[in-house]
Nanobody, 128 residues
């Protein structure tokens, strides 16, 4: 399984970007998907997660209300729409796939160790 993230770039504060993550293979529709980010000198941080059916969405406190995660199972792609971007959103953004379709009411989706496959990351830089 390979994950290819794209859509990063340089944007001014208050602007928007949409990240995409294309996933190879036939099992995408059975995976839970997540986005994480890592800023220079900081630990990797949970951003958002979505279960297999898009029925359950989860967000980190710092992005809730500004970011939206979605997926298109027909296109094997997960998206992260980022609005009202702030300089503190600057980071490398990673998509990740969990072979479990759901997290069954737990908070496992928060843990990067929970995910089985990772993309290479895409850099988002927000200027002030």
């Amino acid at each position: 399984v390979q994950l290819q993230a794209s859509g990063g770039g340089l944007v001014q504060a208050g602007g928007s970007l949409r990240l995409s993550c294309a996933v190879s293979g036939r099992s995408f529709s059975t995976y839970g998907m997540g986005w994480f980010r890592q800023a220079p000198g900081k630990e990797r941080e949970f951003v958002a997660a979505i279960n297999w059916s898009s029925g359950s969405l989860y967000y980190g406190d710092s992005v809730r209300g500004r970011f939206t995660i979605s997926r298109d199972n027909a296109k094997n792609t997960v998206y992260l729409q980022m609005n009202s971007l702030k300089p503190e959103d600057t980071a490398v953004y990673y998509c990740a796939a969990d072979r479990k379709p759901n997290w069954y009411g737990t908070t496992w989706y928060l843990r990067d160790g929970e995910y089985d496959y990772w993309g290479q990351g895409t850099l988002v830089t927000v200027s002030s």
